[in-house]
T-cell receptor
Framework: AQSVTQPDARVTVSEGASLQLRCKYSYFGTPYLFWYVQYPRQGLQLLLKYYPGDPVVQGVNGFEAEFSKSNSSFHLRKASVHWSDWAVYFCARGNTGGLSGKLTFGEGTQVTVIS | EAAVTQSPRSKVAVTGGKVTLSCHQTNNHDYMYWYRQDTGHGLRLIHYSYVADSTEKGDIPDGYKASRPSQENFSLILELASLSQTAVYFC????????????FGEGTRLSVL
């Protein structure tokens, strides 16, 4: 089945340290890919999106992600984490050439920031 | 500013009762979606619509109906609410192109007792 997998349910990181969140997708072709962040009791906010092109995508708040077709991955990175990055992060995949615009989401990674 | 507004923000319903969740967007977007989020899980698509007066089934439509009376409004209807439908529900809208990212509302927290 075509899916999105985030293998790490929870990640704890020290403030100021680097962060990497993993995302693996399965898709017959090159998909559109997205990272969203969900702060406590809020909706999802878009961090960045990937369309076929440059594999490294820059997002908001210092986040970037790198697409790898050979690894079927779209990992999210941040060089220096701030306490305000405490949130749940979702990777999502869209279909190219489809009509619905549907997204398939991973299960999310809870990021906890410690001082 | 682009916005998706959901109402109510939270609701407590009784088992077997009817529940209507409403969504309004001011973005002139063609597509609207209803997703469900369960604790510890990602979002799953219930229904969506790409034009007024038409709705389509998503991945988990059973027990839900949807209504799109205008481009701006999209409702999710639970005719007979059940305990298993306790969840957070998100509405989203987006432009028609596949490479556009949906814009999400703040969610409705539904508890069915």
């Amino acid at each position: 089945a075509q899916s999105v997998t985030q293998p790490d349910a929870r990640v704890t990181v020290s403030e100021g340290a680097s962060l990497q969140l993993r995302c693996k997708y399965s898709y017959f072709g090159t998909p559109y890919l997205f990272w969203y962040v969900q702060y406590p009791r809020q909706g999802l906010q878009l961090l960045l999106k990937y369309y076929p092109g440059d594999p490294v995508v820059q997002g908001v708040n210092g986040f970037e992600a790198e697409f790898s077709k050979s690894n079927s991955s779209f990992h999210l990175r941040k060089a220096s984490v701030h306490w305000s990055d405490w949130a749940v992060y979702f990777c999502a995949r869209g279909n190219t050439g489809g009509l619905s615009g549907k997204l398939t989401f991973g299960e999310g990674t809870q990021v906890t920031v410690i001082s | 500013e682009a916005a998706v507004t959901q109402s109510p923000r939270s609701k407590v319903a009784v088992t077997g009762g009817k529940v209507t969740l409403s969504c309004h967007q001011t973005n002139n977007h063609d597509y609207m979606y209803w997703y469900r989020q369960d604790t510890g899980h990602g979002l799953r698509l219930i229904h969506y619509s790409y034009v007024a007066d038409s709705t389509e089934k998503g991945d988990i439509p059973d027990g839900y109906k949807a209504s799109r009376p205008s481009q701006e409004n999209f409702s999710l209807i639970l005719e007979l609410a059940s305990l298993s439908q306790t969840a957070v529900y998100f509405c989203a809208s987006k432009q028609g192109a596949d490479n556009q990212a949906p814009l999400f509302g703040e969610g409705t927290r539904l508890s069915v007792l």
